[in-house]
């Protein structure tokens, strides 16, 4: 396309500069994304969703979008097209659907209902997949969001369990649910403990995708607290409200299956979501109760709000039923994430460097951004109890998001292991960039999809 000597002038490409032209009676809306040496997938998803929500503010219900020409400086086809389809959908996101009263332009229907990619040809079955494959991902990212920004008195551990059924329908994915008898069977006291003080009782949710064959699953565990009060420990008032999103880790594993299950990518992964209220009540579970996991090891509780910990305990043990290849948790584990990396990057520990490895370069390249913090033996020490075999928080406030994620490690046998405290990056308190937005994020879908579709392209 090319531009009169005005429009060049006054235009520079400057990234995050925007400019508005009409050629031949079309408006052509310009986004910049800096110099060509420092070009960035990321500058890219940001110009695109800055256009494409400029389009929607003016009621357009049709727009074209030039893919980006690179000039082969390093990015393939694929990558830009995935870069523009994902962002131009996820920029877009809103969450509306308890707003009854709305402003005269909530009114009119805004939505864009059809996008046109056009730019040099390329392989036409390869980059109908990317963009099939990039809308899949960006609506499970979708779906993930919706449910971290649904209100606690819709979202409970049932209704939870229940949406994910729908969705495991809707995707062709195996769900099982088991309900607060069954959990108690088990003998996941953990998750009984931490449910005890709701009307809402617990519930166990189990997913199964085989696309792989016969080979060793990954096990996925997502916290799933729909509402987190504290419970007896009961957090201040200021800012509970956000609490309703303590279950993102769980939102995020259903969005990475509907999005595997979509794709019919060859691997085999297993989601595993505890879900409970933590609420204070008579029945509530106390500072100094001793619970037993799923495992037979007994814990010390000192805090109820640190409760996250307690169900993902039993979600880690029983993931060893399945004989993982690896197992991996998503929760928004600790405030102590927001100190360490504030909402730029999420916390990972591990205990196997290969699949931190993996994770990272994931994350990197769809810039859902990992940071491995350390797992060593000092700080195992500060989970140690008098009167259990571990103790729920650590000795003192240092090292909050460690000792979280060195307690989980207690209860993973000898898998291969890696938790991801996304407590900074999922819960957000204003946008990140211009597609991803305030409150839920949606963290997790796009990386462990990415993550998901190495391993299968590896094997």
């Known amino acids: 396309m090319k531009f009169d000597s005005q429009t060049l002038k006054d235009f520079k490409g400057k990234d995050s500069q925007t400019y508005l032209v009409y050629q031949n009676g079309k408006r052509v809306f310009l986004s910049g994304v800096g110099k060509k040496e420092k070009f960035t997938l990321e500058k890219l998803r940001n110009s695109c969703a800055r256009a494409v929500k400029y389009a929607e503010s003016l009621k357009l219900k049709k727009i074209a979008i030039e893919i980006f020409n690179t000039d082969g400086k390093g990015f393939s086809y694929g990558d830009i097209v995935n870069a523009e389809v994902e962002s131009a959908i996820l920029g877009t996101y809103s969450f509306k659907k308890y707003k009854k009263t709305k402003s005269k332009d909530e009114e009119d229907d805004s ?3 059809e996008v046109v990619l056009f730019g040099k040809a390329g392989n036409e079955k390869d980059i109908k997949k990317v963009i099939n494959d990039s809308v899949i991902i960006a609506n499970g990212t979708i779906t993930a969001r919706d449910i971290g920004n649904e209100p606690g008195n819709y979202m409970y551990p049932d209704s939870l369990a229940k949406l994910v059924v729908s969705e495991g329908k809707k995707h062709k994915y195996d769900v099982k649910v088991l ?29 199964k995708y085989n696309g792989g064959g ?13 509402f987190d009060t504290g419970g007896i420990s009961l957090k201040p008032g200021a800012g509970m409200e956000n609490m309703k999103m303590d279950m993102c880790g769980a939102a995020a594993v259903v969005g990475i299956f509907n999005a595997v299950a979509s794709m019919k990518l060859k691997v085999n992964i297993i989601g595993i979501i505890p879900s409970v209220e933590n609420m204070p009540s008579h029945n509530a579970f106390k500072p100094g109760d001793i619970l037993t996991a799923y495992n037979g090891m ?26 993982p ?42 810039f859902e951004r990992v940071w491995e913090l350390p797992s060593w033996d000092e700080y195992d020490k500060l989970i140690d109890s008098d009167v259990a075999d571990v103790c729920n928080i650590g000795k003192g406030r240092a090292a909050g998001s460690i000792t979280a994620g060195m307690f989980i490690k207690r209860f993973v046998a000898d898998n291969k292991w890696l938790h991801l405290d996304i407590a900074g990056t999922a819960m957000l308190p204003a946008a990140a960039s211009e597609y991803v937005p305030k409150y839920s994020s949606g963290v997790g879908v796009r990386l462990f999809t990415k993550f998901l579709i190495n391993e299968a392209n590896n094997n």
């Open 111 to 113: 939505r864009i209902n």
């Open 179 to 207: 309900n607060e008898k069954e959990i108690a069977k088990l003998g996941m006291g953990g998750v009984i403990g931490v449910g005890k003080g709701s009307e809402n009782p617990p519930r166990f949710i189990i997913m």
């Open 214 to 226: 016969n080979k060793n699953p990954i096990v996925f565990v997502g916290k799933g607290v729909t």
């Open 298 to 323: 007994t814990i010390e509780v000192q805090n109820t709000d640190a409760e996250g910990r307690l169900i993902l305990a039993d979600g880690v043990a029983y993931a060893d039923n399945f004989k």
């Open 325 to 366: 290849k690896y197992i991996i948790d998503m929760a928004t584990l600790t405030g102590a994430a927001l100190i360490a990396l504030g909402h730029t990057a999420s916390i990972a520990i591990t205990n196997d460097n290969e699949l931190y490895n993996k994770v990272r370069k994931a994350g990197d390249e769809v």
